[in-house]
């Protein structure tokens, strides 16, 4: 992940925490409603806690992380059980988990790196897995007014990358926008990928 960017979650992570979005609620639903009952499920990105808590909510084992210990750290005193800190490339689990919920985390990671990335996240899918994670859309990577790194992907690039990262037995795309934590809305890409079985 981009340093200045972790360092930003790192300095503002209590800030960061008392914003609750409530706008994902529906695409969190219809994500676990493609899961069995219990399934296992590896959170990344966790932020402060609230998917993992509607989750868990939902009688789901939830494995929560996030690449910034005090985020970790806020998340773990709001769920009262820990929260690991664990960054996308440390991942190294095979057939291991149900599913991967990755909200508005890996729009963090370097355009040259995101195969990689997923590449490791489909490894950790069991058979069958199902895997989310959003997106700003867009065309060039840049940083925000808050000088976080994005890659901005398009639906056309982002497909290209899903596909060098493995095979999959389906992959879908919707658009849609949301308020950013400053302030700004953007576009962004939602996408659910099935790993084959």
């Known amino acids: 992940m981009d340093e200045q ?13 008392w914003r ?39 009688g789901f084992d939830v494995r929560a992380t996030d690449g910034s210990p005090e985020m970790a750290e806020v998340a773990s005193k709001r ?21 991967v ?20 996240i ?5 058979p069958g897995g199902v895997f989310f994670a959003s997106y700003k859309e867009g065309d060039a990577a840049g940083r925000d007014a808050l000088d976080r790194y994005y890659n901005y992907p398009s639906q056309e690039w982002l497909r290209t990358t899903y596909a060098e990262a493995g095979s999959w037995s389906s992959l879908s795309m919707e658009r849609g926008e949301v308020r950013g934590f400053d302030d700004k809305m953007a576009s962004m890409l939602f996408a659910v990928a099935q790993k084959g079985r």
Not at 5 to 17: C, D, I, K, P
Not at 29 to 54: K, Q, Y
């Open 20 to 58: 609750e979005i409530t706008s994902r609620q529906a695409r969190l639903t219809a994500f676990l409603a493609l899961l069995p009952p219990g399934a296992t499920i590896l959170e990344l990105g966790c932020g402060a806690g609230g998917d993992t808590a509607e989750m868990l909510a939902r």
């Open 101 to 120: 919920w990755a909200n508005a985390c890996l729009l963090h990671v370097p355009r040259e790196q995101l195969a990689t990335v997923l590449s490791l």
């Open 122 to 126: 489909r490894c950790a899918l069991r």
């Open 79 to 99: 769920l009262g059980r820990p929260v690991e800190t664990l960054l996308f490339h440390e991942l190294d689990e095979v057939d291991a988990y149900d599913a």
């Open 5 to 17: 960017t972790l360092q930003f979650y790192r300095s503002n992570a209590q800030a960061y925490a």
